[in-house]
């Protein structure tokens, strides 16, 4: 069974910067994608960056200038770098990975990392 395990997250101030990690229980090659999603208090879960298994990304365009996803195959970790963070980034933290075994589509979950950004 695959697990992520979401760390790194914390109480920053506005302006400030956070790593998110997101380890994985085995190698992230098998996963198609890999995102880094999140959820604030009343408001629906939102992607907030993705990167597939070939390097591409993508990022909402909140977020875009200020957030990147990198991932380290040798560990077995997709990151987020959070820079320049504002209020509107407090939220929880969601890893994603998606596979596909044997022509299914298949969808895991962290249980998310707290962000909270002071003003």
């Known amino acids: 069974q695959v697990q992520l395990v979401e760390s790194g997250g914390g109480l920053v101030q506005a302006g400030g910067s956070l790593r998110l990690s997101c380890a994985a229980s085995?190698?992230?090659?098998?996963?198609?994608?890999v995102g880094w999603y999140r959820q604030a208090p009343g408001k629906q879960r939102e992607l907030v960056a993705g990167i597939t298994s070939g390097g591409s990304t993508n990022y909402a365009d909140s977020v875009k200038g200020r957030i990147t996803i990198s991932r380290d195959n040798a560990k077995n970790t997709v990151y987020l770098q959070m820079n320049s963070l504002r209020p509107e980034d407090t939220a929880v933290y969601f890893c994603n990975a998606e596979r596909t075994l044997f022509g299914v589509n298949m969808d895991y979950w962290g249980k998310g990392t707290l962000v909270t950004v002071s003003s």
């Open positions: 085995g190698s992230i090659l098998v996963f198609n994608v």
